[in-house]
């Protein structure tokens, strides 16, 4: 039982650059998130989907865009990378969502640096 | 806006002494928090949750305190252990979480 894995663990890109996230989680989750952590901060959610087939934005949706592409999986994508995407990222996954008690599960982050 | 803040950025302790993280937030309307840990290179593990119906939870060595009148949220960590040296980060929400700056806790041998 893997729980939340990611690809990949680290990348960089130039600015311009498009890369695709991915994510899968093998707890048959319902919801899956992704988050993104810049240094001394917290959490702050990019995109979630709150079961398969549904996607919304979080706080900081701008550049990037979201598939749920089966209930396993839930891609991040940058179209066209800036300096500002630079950061860790991370996706998480629950059963439930926070307020029926769906604890998220987060998987080991990507860092992502864009020149 | 939602906001969870909090109040302090780093905590130093001595092992074996009891610590306590604390955390405001400002969304009346939360039902659920919830505590992280993070350790260096690593994504979040879930430490302990409480709903906006309770006070108290207690787990293995931790407890969470909720005052729902003043909006605050605090961890104890008892008997810190060099283990225990992580950021952790409190949560608050309903469909969505939002996260607090984070709390560097370092142990003192």
């Known amino acids: 039982n893997a729980g939340v894995t990611q690809t990949p663990k680290f990348q960089v890109l130039k600015t311009g650059q498009s890369m695709t996230l991915q994510c899968a989680q093998d707890?048959?989750?319902?919801?899956m998130y992704w988050y993104r952590q810049d240094p001394g901060m917290g959490l702050r959610l990019i995109y979630y989907?709150?079961?398969?087939?549904?996607?919304d934005k979080g706080e900081v949706p701008n550049g990037y865009n979201v598939s749920r592409l089966n209930k396993r999986e839930f891609s991040l994508r940058l179209e066209s990378a800036a300096p500002s995407q630079t950061s860790v990222y991370f996706c998480?996954?629950?059963?439930?969502?926070?307020?029926?008690?769906?604890?998220?599960?987060f998987g080991p982050g990507t860092r992502l640096l864009v020149l | 806006g939602e906001s969870v803040g909090l109040h302090l950025p780093t905590l130093s302790v001595q092992e074996g002494d009891n610590s306590i993280i604390n955390c405001a937030y400002s969304?009346?309307?939360?039902?659920?928090f919830i505590w992280y840990k993070q350790e260096s290179g690593k994504g979040p593990q879930f430490i302990i949750d409480?709903?906006?119906?309770?006070d108290k939870r207690q787990g293995q060595r931790v407890t969470v305190l909720l005052n729902k009148t003043v909006k605050h949220l605090s961890l104890q960590i008892a008997a810190t252990q060099p283990g225990d040296s992580a950021v952790y980060f409190c949560?608050?929400?309903?469909?969505?979480?939002?996260f607090g700056q984070g709390t560097r806790l370092t142990i003192n041998p």
């Open positions: 998480a996954s629950s059963e439930l969502q926070p307020s029926l008690g769906g604890t998220q599960y």
């Open positions: 707890m048959n989750h319902n919801s």
């Open positions: 989907s709150a079961s398969e087939g549904t996607t």
């Open positions: 969304n009346s309307a939360s039902d659920y």
């Open positions: 409480i709903r906006s119906n309770m």
């Open positions: 949560a608050e929400g309903a469909q969505k979480l939002v």
